[in-house]
């Protein structure tokens, strides 16, 4: 078992291409696999975000000036640099949220397809021409960017989710001032010393550690960050939300989901108890993608129980930079004690504990955070369990008696992730990809692994509209600007110069 090595026992802020070292207060990271602290972390105060802000005000006005293929140069040094460093990045990433090493490797790789996409758009960044309705005028839509952005970022993904965000605004000529999760601070770290030794300008990304209460405050205060994007509980959203409308402040928000596989009667049973093991148990259950229901036909109800409970038993549980670990710890004490909530709710609620439900504290899980894969089953679809997110390996087995029962149940959630559907059925496919309503559909296969290029996000209390990565992101970032170039030599009137 191999453990990386982070170069300071303390980080620091990046301001202006300056890691601000003299910063006092400080907590430690833990590694929620051992309970051991890893580095310390600075809780910056809003005196560091409005000078971040300055920052990255100064810069962009010069970064927005550089052609985007250049600036795009910068990403695919970054991408380069990702691409070195992935087995280095992916040790830390796994020692700061406890996801197993190859989740690990996982998700970088998303950070470096991410960078390599969005470098991609520097030669792109398409707008359109299209006809005027007067004679010698020309017009066209093109992106601009928008200044500077705020970027606040979960401990769950804190490298993809940080470059889904980062990458398209830098690509756009924005310049970025980022608050990364104080639980997993490290990839920031790492990322923000990638960036500079590829040789983006000083002040066009901006890393303020420390607290939403404070940092995050600040930022969604300040008059000169234009555009907030946010992934993470939908009661942080909803407050960034409402400051952002009184301030009319462009604002992107993920805030989870409640997501469902649907296991229809005549589905191949062992691909969807291992698309279900692999989208509810991966990353401890801990990603907003994560299945947390199970809605399956009557039929199937009992093969599907038997199957999935037999699959568990193979889940090893433990330390995820050892190979053999399949499922690792949940981030900290308060992730566990939803957690429980949430058993004793499923339990008084009726619903029957078919397996785990119990957190693991003996031997070798003394000292991190470790909680049972669990299952419930004849839960019923307006259960709190089967409505309310927990973010942690807990499933709520639903069973329905038709596939319109299935696709409403599915639908009955305030959120609108991700979801998925096991059938042969064409029909049913189809159906079943027009009627689910999430951002995000799968079919035979869990509701897990997103891919870069598509849009990420999704429908109801999930979000707010706009979606991460794809092309979409673009759209958070820039705004679209109308050209009309007039070459008639006279004033032409729109609307009313028209023969
Ligand atoms: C998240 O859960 O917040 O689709 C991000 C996935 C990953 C990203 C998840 N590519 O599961």
């Not at 639903?398 to 029962?405: A, N, R, Y």
């Not at 692994?449 to 990420?456: D, M, N, R, V």
Request: aromatic share 8%; proline share 4%; glycine share 10%.
């Amino acid at each position: 078992m191999t453990e990386a090595v982070i170069d300071t026992k303390k980080l620091a802020n990046f301001i202006d291409g300056v890691w601000e070292k003299e910063k006092v207060e400080s907590v430690p990271v833990i590694n929620p696999a051992t309970g051991e602290s890893i580095v310390e972390v600075p809780l910056s105060t809003a005196e560091d975000v409005d000078r971040a802000v300055a920052a990255a005000k100064k810069a962009q006005k010069e970064w927005s000036l550089v052609p985007a293929p250049q600036r795009a140069e910068v990403l695919f040094k970054i991408g380069s640099l990702m691409k070195e460093r992935k087995e280095h990045l992916a040790q830390l990433l796994t020692m700061e949220n406890g996801k197993v090493i190859e989740e690990g490797r996982g998700e970088v790789q998303e950070g470096i397809d991410m960078a390599f996409y969005m470098a991609g758009e520097g030669r792109r960044m398409f707008g359109q021409t299209t006809p005027s309705e007067l004679k010698n005028k020309f017009a066209m839509s093109v992106r601009a960017p928008i200044g500077v952005v705020g970027i606040i970022t979960p401990w769950n993904f804190p490298i993809a989710i940080a470059t889904w965000k980062s990458f398209p605004a830098i690509v756009a000529g924005n310049a970025v001032v980022w608050k990364p999760a104080t639980e997993t601070p490290i990839m920031a770290y790492e990322l923000a010393k990638i960036c500079e030794e590829a040789g983006l300008p000083k002040g066009v990304l901006n890393v303020v550690f420390g607290k939403g209460s404070t940092v995050g405050d600040s930022m969604v205060h300040h008059d000169d960050i234009r555009v907030i994007s946010f992934t993470g509980s939908n009661d942080t959203g909803r407050d960034i939300a409402a400051e952002c409308g009184k301030q009319l402040k462009k604002l992107s928000m993920e805030m989870g989901g409640k997501n469902a596989v649907i296991v229809m009667d005549d589905a191949d049973l062992d691909l969807a108890v291992e698309g279900i093991l692999w989208s509810a148990f991966g990353t401890s259950g801990q990603r907003c993608t994560a299945c947390s229901r199970v809605i399956v036909h009557k039929d199937v109800k009992t093969a599907v129980e038997e199957r999935l409970l037999s699959a568990m038993e193979t889940l090893t549980i433990g330390n995820g930079l050892d190979e053999s670990i399949k499922v690792g710890p949940i981030i900290n004490q308060a992730g566990i004690d939803k957690i429980k909530k949430y058993i004793s709710i499923g339990n008084e609620e009726g619903a029957k504990l078919l397996a785990g439900g119990y957190e693991l504290k003996d031997g070798k899980y003394k000292s991190g955070h470790y909680f049972a894969p669990t299952l419930f089953t004849n839960v019923k679809a307006d259960m709190r369990i089967g409505q309310e997110e927990i973010f942690g390996p807990v499933v709520s087995l639903i069973p329905v008696d038709s596939f319109e029962e299935a696709i409403e149940a599915n639908n009955s959630v305030s959120y609108g992730l991700s979801s998925s559907i096991f059938t042969k059925d064409v029909n049913r496919v189809f159906q079943a990809q027009r009627d689910l309503d999430t951002g995000i559909v799968y079919v035979n296969a869990g509701t897990t692994g997103a891919e870069i290029h598509l849009p990420f996000g999704g429908t109801k209390g999930t979000g707010n509209g706009h979606r991460d990565s794809g092309v979409q992101a673009l759209d958070v970032f820039t705004e679209w600007k109308a050209v009309y170039v007039d070459y008639s030599g006279k004033l032409q009137r729109a609307q009313i110069d028209v023969e």
